[in-house]
């Protein structure tokens, strides 16, 4: 009989890691949702993705390819890529994961910066390694900071660009820049999550300095403008060596059949993808400058979300705004984990549910 004072005990450091908190996805009884707290689209998937889980929906009996090859085609095809150097995940997140578990062990580092994805520091602090924060300068990733802070036990730097919760982005001179003054042996990682969105002359988002480098990873999503979250789809563009180790603790089943073959009817179908695009840029120039309007500062956003920052204190603040449009089903993020305890980030919606957070926030503002 065990001694019933004994449990088992997680390692150390695993119980010093904050666990995540999804978006709220809850509204008033009888008051009609708007879920804008996971950046998640409101065009929904590409038409072509139910007749493709339909079809894959045949023989559930059959293990799924282990090697994805029908959606790394896909994204060779889209992006005119090598498949050998792509590895499908289960939602980036697992991608994220399995680099840190891959590079990282006690005694060393890893780089995430201060308004960066909060997965990225789970990722770090989960193998036993030190997770070190970068300041950023007016929530822009900081490339001098970054650099300042690697030592000769940093193994990793994770950097999202576009940011999230921020919706900023870096150039690519200064990616360009904080990869120059990287040591050989420290991994690059680009979180590229919402790449698809961005219209600017001056981002990339990793895809050359991957084919060119050995120490430059490119990590993307179907879960925001593929609209495939449910389904838990990532990739990554990787040199070689990364791939050869990743590969040799990545699950072996770990995209289902009907994530395949989902994923691939979505990047081969490109006009959807436009739609979604223009859907966003419209939108994203409206609500900044309703917001802006009202008196309320916006971080630049390139993404599908804008950050919204309210005043610290009085009867204006982000978390009496949060109850305000909460009482009317519209629910956005609260980003105090990220950083932002003044701040909301509102996932751009459908015309509805854009056109109605204006309206109740004005009334807000004036009230
Ligand atoms: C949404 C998001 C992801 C995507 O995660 P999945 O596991 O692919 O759903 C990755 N990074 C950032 C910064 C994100 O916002």
Not at 186 to 203: F, H, K, P, S
Not at 239 to 246: F, S, W
């Amino acid at each position: 009989m065990a001694t019933p004072t004994r449990q088992p005990a997680p390692k150390p450091g695993i119980l010093d890691i904050a666990a995540y908190v999804p978006g709220k996805s809850n509204a008033p009884a009888g008051v009609k949702l708007h879920k804008l707290s996971s950046n998640e689209t409101s065009l929904g998937p590409s038409p072509h993705v139910h007749q493709a889980i339909a079809a894959a929906a045949q023989h559930l009996e059959i293990y799924p390819d282990g090697q994805a090859t029908a959606l790394k085609t896909a994204i060779a095809d889209r992006f005119g890529l090598n498949r050998a150097n792509i590895v499908c995940g289960n939602g980036s997140d697992e991608l994220l994961t399995l680099l840190a578990q891959t590079y990282l062990h006690e005694g060393t580092e890893g780089i995430f910066t201060e308004h960066g994805f909060l997965l990225h520091k789970t990722a770090i602090q989960a193998t036993g390694a030190k997770a070190v924060m970068a300041p950023e300068l007016d929530a822009h990733v900081d490339v001098d900071a970054i650099l300042d802070r690697v030592t000769e036990r940093t193994r990793i730097v994770y950097v999202t660009n576009p940011g999230n919760p921020t919706g900023t982005y870096i150039p690519f001179d200064a990616i360009r820049r904080l990869h120059a003054g990287l040591p050989g042996n420290v991994i690059l990682v680009l979180d590229a999550a919402y790449a698809e969105y961005v219209r600017r002359n001056d981002y990339e988002a990793g895809l050359e300095l991957v084919a060119t480098t050995s120490n430059v990873v490119m990590t993307r999503t179907f879960s925001k403008i593929h609209g495939l979250a449910s389904l838990r789809v990532g990739w990554m563009y990787a040199p070689a060596n990364i791939v050869d180790a990743v590969e040799r603790i990545r699950s072996p089943f770990n995209l289902n059949t009907l994530a395949i073959a989902a994923a691939a009817a979505a990047m081969a179908d490109s006009s959807h993808v436009e739609k979604s695009i223009e859907h966003n840029s419209a939108w994203l120039a409206r609500l900044t400058t309703a917001f802006t309007q009202m008196g309320l500062k916006v971080s630049p956003s390139v993404t599908n979300f804008v950050l919204i920052h309210f005043p610290e204190t009085g009867s204006k603040t982000a978390e009496k705004a949060d109850a305000y449009l909460s009482a009317r089903g519209f629910i956005l993020r609260r980003v105090t984990a990220y950083g932002f305890p003044n701040a909301m980030r509102m996932t751009i919606g459908s015309q509805e549910a854009n056109e109605g957070v204006i309206a109740a926030l004005q009334e807000f503002m004036s009230q």
